[in-house]
């Protein structure tokens, strides 16, 4: 249903419309009428709504005739404001028409100044103003505009001659030009006009208005527009509205100007007047870079009246908004007139500071001020950026895997890169793609480069909990690691090479490009304070060591939601164990190689329950499979053999035996548990042992059994039975019969959501693996999807990563009914989440509606996660 | 709630009970009192309901009063229908006492016989009859049985007594021992009893019977009887019945005697009456195997009159039940009395030929004959089995991965399979686990035995559909291809050593043991042909070939549910193509090897079409991950390399960028479709050109084009968009403009089954692949899983295999959600299964719910698939 207003009209004190009527009226629209209502000098205008666009195109891009009434009726009651008329040679009435959607849209039409503009009206102006210059000025300008918005004819042939006529007159400015001089500028704009479009300028205003009003509209409908709404997800229906304005004038003389301003400093954030403005000029002159503008406190000097006036605006309208206003002014002999104001762009940094303060000057409550920081933008603040005045040469480009800007030298193993590292070197390290293996390289690498592997990737799974940066899947890439080399298109790197990494765009440079380092200021440890009293969900960090701990409480964790036991396995000094636990012949053998593994283990759980005293720790039972802690098949056994008293081809045998085809979907987290219990039994003795131990210490260690890859109610029972009584049996020996530690099981194969009720009898909690569950929800290895992936996004199959955002429709769908069916079966089961989407905030957004208990994501996106569940809780709030 | 009455009494034409009151009185004494409302000469008796079992258990194992008292005065009234009197000296009424539950239960325990006998009463009763060595003969009877039944005697203590006397007497057989003989047996036997217990054999009968009714009820409780029960879910609040009968005697003289009998012949199902008696004997006379028994027929000799009794009862019993019926019967002196009637067990032979024999008699209908028919043992007709007279040593057991026997010789490679077969030696093929490279071997083989893999692993899915026997997952062998040799347990065979393999039990045997070839008969036709009137779902095949489709066809499928297109691509001439099609380096080198391929394509498909013609023919387009085709890492590359006119370096570096990590999840299926939108144009092309050409030809080509691994909307509607308009283009060509193919996907990853309302507005059908969706929704991949879920079927985690069998609570959720969500999009969408469970017919049932269109399984299950569709939706019609 089509309103019955077709025009909003909008003058000092009395709008038809307000700043809520963003829908209706554009976000240009709503802001005159409320700047209009606040009592602001706005000049008079109207609005077309955005449903006339609509109206327009289904009417075969025709104006109809009831439309332009109203606007003939509109524009007279502009006239009448004014003291003028439009097309009047005495009283010449001029208007902007500028276009102006819901969203910013850069992909459109956007301004004609001065129409109403003819050969006539041109020379009232002159007279009128006693300023021929002045209208001559003024008319040149609006040429221009109409012929190049209008009707397409090449900017340049205008810029061209008018350069022409400067050089010719000797002059360096336009202002600098004399009447005598623009009329000749005019006269041959006109040319230019009739010659490239077949017609004459044309003289009547109301025609310029019609063709102007449609050129708006049809702007909606350009190429450019259209991909600009596919790429930014702008429904095709939402249509912009026309803004007419009168005109007031910049280019009157040297006590007119015209300017752009922000309430505050958008780079920093600090409470400064920031701008830039131009005398004797109209607005595209400031875009457009032929004069260079001056700052904003010259301002003061030179026109001190005008500034006043600016400066009060400022604060009524920061205040008025509760945001930082981006400002468009125009001043006519001395009198401030404001043309546009917006919600201001700014750096992650600045939002904080801008944030904070305002809470400090009562403008905004802490719940607001949350909600004004992007979430997804604080991860810049954590990692290194590139040196933005640094020159670089793009060599590549792969997924940007883990955020961040680094350099170093390439190496192509991953002993290598623990060699250079030694040596003090920068490296980074080049590989097909990494392994558990190649841990100890990764530690001493500055960043990874992999060919293969996708945004959840081992290599990108390790980087991102390590802070480390990391470009995978760079598919270009062509590895020799014999040759010690590699292409990079056409470009031959050798081991050493240097190169730098962007992890946030996935570029790979040539060379060492200059970096900045980032530290956490104290407006973000304000917002993630604010953040906690906020949040419905508490925020955990993915930490497998006392090291990762320590930094995630740093940045603020409430705790471990995901301890991965494995990663202490790849120690150099229990590798071997490892192995023998695994390749043992017999029980005897196994046994041995546990028990010596015990030891090493609960000394890690202790430091770790002791860096995050009274705060829950959740470790997960060994989970991978067991071939990824054997030697690779081309590697030299002999020592191993020598080791283990058995001949190389015997463990060769064995090895061979573990190998899977399907490693993922193989013999690892519970069914290793279930078919080598000793294991499991190990692990659980050690972590109670390290328990006890540290409660003796005086710490409040607050342990969390996690045991993966279920898929069975009948698995957790018989797992849960065996380990609770070696808890039991381990605790009753230091007479603690009454301590419990709580047993609970990762959701992550689609089975476990489809029988949450049944799991839920053996379960104090659920952890979601979402990155395994989406692996199986969707088919998709996280290794080898890569490859088709990147076409999917391209042909738009699948718009998001799965992997980190969570795929609502399909995964989510899962973890809505395992906690319907959990809960059925226990209300009060604490749920969480420790997938890689943990830290994703539209993630976290979804995962709000679930009531989860906490997400867990890397330390490194602690802060994000903080601040999201805050933003997600007070949404929530707000929508019930 | 205990009904009131506690002793169903039962003599002829009138009794308490009957037929249909199975679950109070155990099948036996609903059988006794239905015969006996028959009017049949069931000695008269009563049952003691199974709710009293337990009552008596709940009350710690004691018989009450009040029940005590009813059994009394039942025992009171069946002394007053025979006058006689239990315990009297005079006429001693003597009863049989037998459990009896709902079910048969060979663990509990069964029969007390002439129990009332002591030492006052055996005299009595040998004056009574005249006959002292009869009285004694059943005195030293009822003292056996009620020492090692009530108290647990050993019962070789008096069989070793019983044989030194016949010894002592010089005589062969019980019946020979004459009084004084039996006396001294009797007085033996006391002593035995006195010496084991601790106490005198009681002579008060009443004593005996409250004994002997609490040893029925106690033996449900006993460890053997859980165990059973346990084993076959019988649930534990069932209980047993008592059945207390009064005595007749087949131990009265030559005249007597006591039998079992068969109403039809249970191997073969021959309407000839068939059983066997002992003249002059007690039931377990029969059992133990002390004397041989006669067959039937010697009976209308020896004795006419009872055995014309005997053929009326058969007659009636068989009509009256509707089913076969194996018969416990004494004759005491010319008069027939039965004991036990129930339906008989069969041979899987002998219920085809019962079934189809009882419609055509009138006795059943087709719908009830259909029911009578175990569909899961018809696959036993369709395979050879082992001749049972033959010696076999078995030296390993295996999966049984697809059912027959076997014998061959024993080789390591496929292609030593095909250098023997042709040379016309059988052969079974022995490998770690087959590949699709290996489908030549494999189909020169007889049978193929694998250490790896499970169920559903290559081998076990070609063999099953092959129709060869497959022994898998055998993991005690250790194979050295390099030796040419194998380890079975402690047994090392060479190639050329003759194995048998028996695929219904997984057994490996030494040697060539004989074998028994199957063939379908007649019955089994007749049966299929009511299947098919009768079910409410199509069973069609999974087929690649035509010469899978003719069998397909011959066993009575209705189409084909599954055509893997992939398998066409093994053939040698067609292998290089295909690996030029994947090495490709641009996309000229692609086309040029696809144009060559698809003539090929196009020739299998009309075959195909042609052999099926009128019946539809869903075709899959390439599924499996590319590098499946390619040559192993080891493999000699340099003729390949030289036909591409490549180096080997270069293709092996290519064939490494295709390897993946999980190629089970990797890029596949319509993900390939999507990367290489040439390969599905292709067969599409190849599609639509045969089912062109089959029709010119004068056939009914329906082919169905099915998309796999589908999990997003969008994925089909991009392929369906770009391959229906390929197929519209080549039909244009022919004028054949109005003619339609349709379009449909697997379901077959969980987010497929989670999005089914989406997916189904571009689907004409949707076939479930339960294979693939098992192994997601589990996680479990069935190459890798042997190694668990043989410990999972162990400790009763996992009962079921879940790729034989749809895991109802979740996959079978899943299956669900599909058909709801998918039917909610379009009312009338085909919904079929094309995965190896649709071939089981608990499966079926599970799918009749669904109102699935079809189930499609391999050529050999087709049969029972047809019965169990059949049965589903007789069973779905009464439940309904």
Chains 1, 2 share one sequence.
Not at 108 to 129: P, Q, V, Y
Request: charged content about 25%.
């Amino acid at each position: 249903m089509t309103p019955t207003k077709r025009v909003y009209l909008f003058q000092k004190n009395a709008a038809d419309g307000n700043a809520s009527m963003r829908d209706l009226l554009g976000g240009k629209g709503a802001n005159l009428a409320e700047m209009s209502n606040l009592g602001l000098p706005v000049p008079p205008g109207f609005t077309i709504p955005t449903n006339e666009c609509l109206h327009f195109a289904r009417s075969g891009d025709a104006l109809d005739e009831s439309l332009k009434k109203e606007v003939s009726q509109a524009i007279d009651k502009l006239g009448q404001i004014m003291d003028a008329t439009f097309g009047s040679p005495e009283k010449p009435l001029l208007v902007s028409v500028r276009s102006g959607a819901r969203a910013s849209m850069p992909g459109m039409m956007d301004t004609i100044l001065n129409l109403g503009m003819n050969d006539e009206t041109c020379a009232g102006l002159g007279r009128l103003t006693d300023n021929l210059r002045f209208a001559l000025d003024t008319y040149r300008r609006f040429i221009e505009m109409f012929a190049t918005v209008v009707d397409g004819v090449d900017r340049h042939l205008f810029e061209d001659l008018l350069t022409e006529q400067k050089t010719k007159a000797g002059v360096k400015e336009d202002s600098d030009l004399n009447a005598d001089q623009l009329q000749n500028v005019v006269t041959s704009f006109q040319e230019i006009y009739e010659k490239e479009t077949s017609r004459k300028f044309p003289q009547d205003p109301k025609e310029q208005l019609w063709s102007a009003i449609s050129a708006v509209f049809q702007s909606w409908g350009s190429a450019r527009a259209k991909k600009y709404r596919e790429i930014h997800k702008i429904p095709d229906d939402w249509g912009t509205a026309v803004n007419i304005c009168t005109m007031v004038y910049g280019n009157m003389g040297p006590t007119s100007g015209t300017g752009v301003c922000f309430t505050r400093n958008p780079s920093t954030g600090e409470n400064s007047f920031y701008g830039e403005y131009l005398i004797n000029a109209q607005g595209e002159d400031v875009v457009a870079g032929v004069r260079t503008p001056r700052p904003l406190p010259s301002l003061q000097e030179e026109l001190p009246a005008a500034y006043a006036q600016l400066e009060e605006v400022r604060h009524k309208l920061e205040r008025h908004y509760g945001d930082v206003q981006d400002i468009e002014f125009t001043i006519q002999e001395e009198s401030l007139y404001l043309l546009q104001t917006r919600n201001a762009k700014r750096t992650t940094a600045a939002a904080l500071k801008i944030a904070t303060s305002f809470v400090e000057e009562g403008i905004l409550t802490r719940e607001e001020a949350l909600l004004r920081v992007n979430a997804d933008e604080l991860e810049r603040l954590l990692h290194p950026t590139l040196d933005p005045r640094a020159h670089r040469q793009v060599l590549a480009r792969g997924l940007p895997a883990s955020p961040g800007a680094v350099a170093g030298k390439v190496v192509f193993t991953a002993a290598e890169a623990e060699i250079w590292a030694t040596r003090g070197e920068d490296v980074i390290l080049v590989r097909e793609e990494t392994s558990p293996e190649d841990i100890g390289g990764m530690h001493a690498s500055k960043g990874f480069l992999t060919a293969r592997g996708g945004m959840t990737s081992h290599a990108a799974v390790v980087a991102r909990q390590m802070g480390k940066t990391c470009v995978a899947g760079c598919s270009s890439m062509r590895i020799s690691v014999a040759k010690k080399s590699m292409m990079l298109g056409s470009h031959e790197l050798k081991e050493g090479d240097w190169i730098t990494l962007e992890g946030s765009t996935g570029e790979v440079m040539l060379g060492k490009v200059a970096t900045q380092q980032a530290s956490l200021g104290e407006d973000i440890k304000t917002l993630l304070a604010w953040s906690q009293e906020t949040q419905d969900m508490r925020v955990r960090a993915n930490a497998d060591t006392p090291s990762d701990a320590k930094t995630a409480r740093s940045f603020g964790a409430q705790g471990i939601g995901l301890c991965r036991t494995e990663h202490m396995f790849f120690d150099e000094d229990r590798l071997p164990l490892v192995r023998q636990m695994i390749l043992a012949k017999n029980n005897d053998e196994r046994t041995s190689a546990l028990d010596r593994l015990l030891p090493h283990q609960q000394g890690d759980f202790e430091q770790l329950l002791e860096t995050m005293s009274g705060y829950p720790v959740t470790i997960r039972l060994l989970d991978p499979p067991l071939h990824e802690f054997l030697p690779h098949p081309q590697e030299d056994l002999s020592h191993l053999a020598e080791l283990f008293g058995t001949s190389e081809g015997d463990l060769r045998d064995r090895i061979g035996q573990l190998a899977e085809q399907n490693p993922m979907l193989g013999h690892r987290g519970c069914r290793l548990g279930i078919t080598q219990p000793a294991i499991y039994e190990m692990q659980v003795r050690a972590i109670t042992r390290a328990t006890v131990n540290c409660r003796k210490k005086g710490g409040q260690p607050l342990p969390e059994i996690m045991i993966p890859l279920v898929g069975l109610a009948s698995e957790l029972k018989w797992l849960r039975d065996r380990l609770e009584s070696v808890c039991k049996e381990e605790l009753s020996q230091e007479g603690l019969n009454d301590q419990v530690v709580p047993f609970g099981t990762m959701i992550e194969v689609p089975r476990a959501a489809l029988t949450a009720d049944e799991i839920a009898n053996h379960a104090d909690f659920f952890s979601f693996g979402t990155n395994d569950l989406t692996q199986t929800t969707f088919g998709f290895s996280r290794d080898d999807s890569a490859s088709f992936l990147r076409v999917y996004e391209k042909e738009a199959i699948l718009p998001i990563d799965p992997f980190s955002k969570i795929d609502a429709s399909g995964v989510g769908k899962l973890l809505k009914m395992t906690t319907k069916l959990g809960r059925e079966t226990k209300g009060d089961l604490k749920i969480g989440i420790c997938g890689e989407q943990a830290g994703d905030p539209e993630s976290i957004r979804f995962l709000q509606e679930l009531q989860l208990s906490y997400v867990s994501c890397s330390p490194f996106r602690v802060p994000i996660a903080q601040l999201a569940t805050a933003q997600a809780a007070l949404l929530s709030r707000k929508n019930h």
